[in-house]
C-alpha cells in the first residue's frame, strides 16, 4: 500500500550510516550497505518520477493562481469605478464576483504553497539518501577490507568498538577512516534527517500523493 512506500523512507532516513555499519559489522556481511544502497536507490527513483508530476502541477497551479488573481484585480477596478458613478447595484454585483473570484485565487494559492511545500520536502528526502548511498559506495570496499580482516583473526564484532581490540596498524587505520567518515557524514545529515523525519507524515501523508507514489511503486516493480 502506499503508506508502504512512506515508510520505508521514514526508516532509510532515519537510519544512521555508522548504525549501519556495526550492523555489518554483527552480522559480518556487507549485505546490510547494499540492501540500504538497493532500497534508497529504487526510493529515489520512485521520488524522481512524483516530482516531474508535482513539478508539473505546481507550474498549473501557479499559472491558474496568477489568472485568477488578474481577473479579481479587473473586478476590484470594477466595483471603484461603478461606485465613482453611483452605479450600486452594479457595484454590488461586481463585488460579488470579486469575492467569488478572490476565494478561487486563494483556493489555488493555497494548493500551489502546499504542492510547492511538498516538492521541497521530496526533492530534500532524494538528496539526503544520495548522500547516505554515495557515503556507503565509497566505504564498502574499506569494510569489505575490516570483514575479512576480522575473519582471519576470529573475532566477533557486534560494533566498531569490538573491531578496535584488533591492535595491527592496518586495521586501525581502516577503523579510523571509516568511522570518521561515517560520522562525520551523520553529523552533517543529522539535522535535515530528524527535520525531514517529522515532515514526511505532514507533507507528503495526503492520500493523492500516496496514491500517485504507490502507483509509480507498482509499475517500477517496488512492491
Not at 549485505?31 to 512524483?50: G, N
Not at 511538498?118 to 548511498?133: A, D, G, I
Not at 571509516?178 to 534527517?193: G, I, K, S
Amino acid at each position: 500500500m502506499a503508506q508502504t512506500l512512506l515508510g520505508k523512507i521514514q526508516i532509510l532516513i532515519a537510519a544512521t550510516l555508522h548504525s549501519l555499519l556495526d550492523r555489518a559489522l554483527e552480522s559480518n556481511s556487507l549485505a546490510v550497505f547494499d540492501e540500504y544502497i538497493r532500497d534508497a536507490e529504487q526510493s529515489m527513483e520512485t521520488l524522481k518520477s512524483a516530482l516531474v508530476d508535482l513539478s508539473a502541477t505546481i507550474k498549473t497551479l501557479r499559472a491558474k493562481y496568477d489568472e485568477a488573481s488578474n481577473e479579481a484585480a479587473k473586478l476590484d477596478l470594477q466595483v471603484d469605478a461603478a461606485l465613482q458613478q453611483n452605479k450600486n447595484v452594479l457595484a454590488k454585483v461586481a463585488q460579488s464576483k470579486l469575492n467569488h473570484q478572490l476565494d478561487i485565487a486563494r483556493t489555488y494559492q493555497d494548493q500551489y504553497e502546499k504542492q510547492s511545500a511538498t516538492y521541497n520536502t521530496l526533492l530534500e528526502v532524494v538528496q539526503v539518501l544520495q548522500s547516505k548511498v554515495d557515503i556507503l559506495h565509497s566505504q564498502r570496499d574499506q569494510v569489505a577490507t575490516l570483514l575479512q580482516l576480522i575473519n582471519s583473526k576470529n573475532v566477533i564484532a557486534h560494533s566498531i568498538k569490538d573491531v578496535e581490540t584488533i591492535a595491527d596498524d592496518r586495521t586501525a587505520r581502516i577503523v579510523e577512516n571509516v568511522r570518521t567518515q561515517l560520522d562525520t557524514a551523520d553529523a552533517r545529515l543529522e539535522v535535515a534527517t530528524s527535520r525531514l523525519s517529522d515532515q514526511l507524515d505532514q507533507e507528503i501523508g495526503d492520500a493523492t500523493l500516496n496514491a500517485q507514489l504507490e502507483a509509480r511503486r507498482q509499475r517500477l516493480g517496488l512492491t
